[in-house]
């Protein structure tokens, strides 16, 4: 099973206000906690841990118990940078609105 390898890599992990998925993310991160203790889980998200679990939508209890379990088991690490899709769409935009003008002119 995958959750008991010695690394295991949880990409943009985001419950969506789905209960069945923060509770899926709270039995991986509870084994994890639980039974991998000297392994490695890395976890990416968009969201800090407190817009992970707490200011969502969640039983209370699920979501306090993945929040501590994750405060325990994480050290954060905060990126900084420009959203590269919002970059990108702009300039998909601009040159979407150009060959406008160039149709226009025509």
Do not use: W
């Not at 991986?28 to 203790?37: A, G, M």
């Not at 990416?44 to 679990?53: A, E």
């Not at 039983?59 to 590269?84: G, N, T, W």
């Amino acid at each position: 099973e995958f959750l008991a390898r010695k690394i295991v890599i949880i990409d943009d992990i985001h419950p969506k206000g789905d209960t069945a998925r923060i509770e899926f993310i709270q039995r991986v991160i509870e084994y994890r906690y639980n039974e991998v203790r000297t392994g490695a889980t890395f976890i990416t998200s968009n969201l800090s841990m407190d817009q992970l679990v707490l200011r969502q939508d969640y039983p209370k209890e699920i979501a306090e118990r993945v929040h501590s379990r994750l405060q325990e088991m994480c050290m954060p690490i905060e990126f900084k940078a420009d959203d590269y899709r919002l970059k990108k769409a702009k300039k998909a935009n601009a040159e979407l609105l150009e060959f406008a003008r160039k149709l226009k002119k025509k």
